[in-house]
């Protein structure tokens, strides 16, 4: 089936560096999620991603549709502590299938 | 809350016996999604449910996972004779399915070991 090689797999940075991840795939997707997990709890959606080439900023988070729509980006601006956790990119596979298919994250972790 | 509730939050149990895990919806979604979380993993789709339609069981890992979804609202994810490689995060999401409003929002989750 269809996967999403997400990367890297772990990040360590300083309060306020920037930061960046991005999710390939080898299939088209039409639609592009980027989900973060807190321990303990579900995924919550940050941003969703509709249009080739749409970029899409929520607060200190922008991510992009790749042109291909074989790839997105997620970028976190000045990072904070509460901003550590799992990010996850996701996307429906299509052919009417209306589940997610899900990268296998990447874990943010910011040093005060 | 109005969000997503799911019971129990953890379950251990014996390899062998079955388990139920329930899901609540939030009110007025008609889709219902079972995700399964190994550890270090992405979600990994199980099943869903939309409305009254057939539901899509398509990443049930073996016939002894099953799922119920009653009244089109809570559902009953059920294990039997679990075995070890069952561990894992069992995490439940609701959307209301309608175009734009395709979000789907995830339970906390229930975390199941089997020993």
């Known amino acids: 089936g269809q996967q999403l090689n997400q990367s890297p797999q772990s990040m360590f940075i300083q309060e306020g560096e920037d930061v960046s991840m991005n999710c390939t795939s080898s299939?088209?997707?039409?639609?592009w999620l980027w989900y973060k997990q807190d321990p303990g709890e579900g995924p919550v959606l940050l941003i969703a991603?509709?249009?080739?080439?749409e970029l899409t900023s929520n607060g200190r988070l922008t991510a992009q549709f790749g042109i291909t729509r074989k790839d997105s980006f997620l970028n976190i601006s000045a990072s904070i502590p509460s901003d550590v956790g799992i990010y996850f990119c996701?996307?429906?596979?299509?052919?009417?299938?209306?589940?997610?298919?899900f990268g296998k994250g990447t874990k943010l972790t910011v040093n005060p | 809350g109005a969000g997503v509730s799911q019971s129990p939050s953890n379950k251990v149990t014996e390899k062998g016996k079955d388990v139920e895990l329930r899901c609540d919806p939030i009110?007025?979604?008609?889709?219902l999604y079972w995700y399964r979380q190994s550890l270090g993993q992405g979600l990994e789709f199980l099943i869903y449910?939309?409305?009254?339609?057939?539901?899509?069981k398509s990443g049930l890992p073996s016939d002894r996972f099953s799922a119920e979804r009653t009244g089109g609202s809570v559902s009953t994810l059920t294990i039997q004779r679990t075995q070890q490689e069952d561990s894992a995060v069992y995490l439940c999401?609701?959307?209301?399915?309608?175009?734009?409003?395709?979000?789907?929002?995830f339970g906390p989750g229930t975390r199941l070991l089997v020993l």
């Open positions: 999401a609701s959307s209301l399915r309608r175009r734009g409003e395709e979000t789907q929002y």
């Open positions: 299939s088209i997707f039409n639609t």
């Open positions: 991603l509709y249009k080739a080439g």
């Open positions: 996701a996307g429906p596979p299509g052919g009417g299938s209306e589940k997610l298919v």
């Open positions: 009110s007025g979604h008609t889709a």
């Open positions: 449910f939309q409305g009254n339609s057939a539901p899509d």
